[in-house]
């Protein structure tokens, strides 16, 4: 799932996590080792009770996931998405980037 894959993300030319839980990206992805960045596309249901697309935390104010899934705070997929593309890729931060 999700979670596997971008824990093994350095093991791939490029990930397609199909949803899961997705907590953030890997240290080592972040220091800029990957020359031409790494391709991610994410397919996650903005409705999916189980993992939400929200992130799965142990915030008692946000829904919960199923099984207890949870990380100390809150990950939107769409910030994974956005996190990915400056922090691996090297792109700028702006508003038009998703």
Do not use: Y
């Not at 929200?54 to 919960?64: A, E, Q, R």
């Not at 100390?72 to 769409?78: L, N, P, R, Y």
């Not at 922090?87 to 702006?94: H, I, L, M, T």
């Amino acid at each position: 799932g999700g979670f596997l894959v971008m824990h093994a993300s350095e093991l791939f030319r490029g990930i397609a996590p199909i949803s899961g839980f997705i907590a953030g990206i890997e240290s080592e992805l972040k220091r800029g080792d990957i020359h031409g960045g790494k391709p991610l596309f994410i397919h996650q249901g903005m409705d999916d009770p189980f993992v939400r697309s929200t992130g799965c935390c142990h915030d008692p104010n946000l829904p919960k996931c199923c099984c207890n899934i949870a990380a100390d705070t809150c990950t939107d997929v769409m910030d994974v998405a956005r996190d990915w593309a400056v922090e691996v890729n090297g792109c700028n931060n702006d508003e038009t980037l998703l």
